[in-house]
T-cell receptor, first 113, second 112 residues
Framework: DTAVSQTPKYLVTQMGNDKSIKCEQNLGHDTMYWYKQDSKKFLKIMFSYNNKELIINETVPNRFSPKSPDKAHLNLHINSLELGDSAVYFC????????????FGPGTRLTVL | AQSVTQLDSHVSVSEGTPVLLRCNYSSSYSPSLFWYVQHPNKGLQLLLKYTSAATLVKGINGFEAEFKKSETSFHLTKPSAHMSDAAEYFCVVSDLNYQLIWGAGTKLIIKP
């Protein structure tokens, strides 16, 4: 069974479009995350979310918005896509807490043309 | 603020020789530290984690790391490299908001 899954795996779209990436976890974790990995492999946290709190990285443009229909899902919506949004986006989940690791999905490679 | 510095962007070793990937951290409190691995075009997998229980931490695939507070280091080692170890390795520290702060990564290249 896949612990953290994302769809689609690849997403190619035109500038200005709106797109969504879906994420689901079956680990029973309370907290989910979205990361962006740029072409130099640098990973940056975008959002973390649990039942109580959404923490947004202040550098993330408000064109990006996470939406959580339930505890097992955290989808990422992106409006008015720009060339600089091209990257690999990873979803992750964890039980929260200082010592607890996060479990990652396979990633979604987004290419904006 | 917490941070991690991976001292080498690339490390190249021959198959069968030891691996050393270096990581220094900065933290104002006793940190939680992790090593993750990313194989080409794959997701991220946890190798091992330090949570103050023991300074020498053993992980998967024969990797281990030693926490040295005096040196603020958490270097990753493996006695004998295998071709399948070729990947990108990330050193990570947890902050007080339970978010992970990532190093820039070290690409491990294994020569036959």
């Amino acid at each position: 069974d896949t612990a953290v899954s994302q769809t689609p795996k690849y997403l190619v779209t035109q500038m200005g479009n709106d797109k969504s990436i879906k994420c689901e976890q079956n680990l029973g974790h309370d907290t989910m995350y979205w990361y962006k990995q740029d072409s130099k492999k640098f990973l940056k946290i975008m959002f973390s979310y649990n039942n109580k709190e959404l923490i947004i990285n202040e550098t993330v443009p408000n064109r990006f918005s996470p939406k959580s229909p339930d505890k097992a899902h955290l989808n990422l919506h992106i409006n008015s896509l720009e060339l600089g949004d091209s990257a690999v986006y990873f979803c992750a989940s964890g039980s929260g807490g200082f010592h607890n690791e996060q479990f990652f999905g396979p990633g979604t490679r987004l290419t904006v043309l | 603020a917490q941070s991690v510095t991976q001292l080498d962007s690339h490390v190249s070793v021959s198959e069968g020789t030891p691996v050393l990937l270096r990581c220094n951290y900065s933290s104002s409190y006793s940190p939680s530290l992790f090593w993750y691995v990313q194989h080409p075009n794959k997701g991220l997998q946890l190798l091992l984690k330090y949570t103050s229980a023991a300074t020498l931490v053993k992980g998967i695939n024969g990797f281990e790391a030693e926490f040295k507070k005096s040196e603020t280091s958490f270097h990753l080692t493996k006695p004998s490299a295998h071709m399948s170890d070729a990947a990108e390795y990330f050193c990570v520290v947890s902050d007080l908001n339970y978010q992970l702060i990532w190093g820039a990564g070290t690409k491990l290249i294994i020569k036959p």
